[in-house]
């Protein structure tokens, strides 16, 4: 149990980043929510989750419709750095892949 706290404290320690979202998220989202609006008009709202594999980088979608199923819209790409910080970028499938 002392080695499990000593590694957590460690981690943290080094700038690894926590598990559970924290403020960043809802900043996050609402920065996004306000760049979508202005390229793209109407969106509802967006929903942002972490990467498997890289707990620093996040999938968002801004949502411009939503059913009770599922929902659609504006894909972006997002990385959180330690300090609060953090950028984005939409992102879009280039044609030539033929998707």
Do not use: N
Not at 54 to 81: K, M, N
């Amino acid at each position: 149990m002392g080695a499990l706290a000593l590694g957590l404290a460690a981690g943290l320690a080094i700038g690894l980043p926590q598990d559970r979202p924290g403020p960043i998220l809802p900043r996050l989202e609402a920065t996004i929510t306000k760049d979508a609006r202005a390229r793209y008009g109407h969106v509802i709202r967006t929903r942002c989750v972490p990467y498997q594999r890289d707990s620093t980088r996040f999938s968002c979608t801004a949502v411009q419709f939503e059913s009770p199923l599922s929902y659609t819209g504006q894909v972006y790409v997002a990385q959180v750095f330690p300090d609060g910080r953090f950028r984005y970028r939409p992102y879009k499938i280039p044609i030539w892949l033929g998707i």
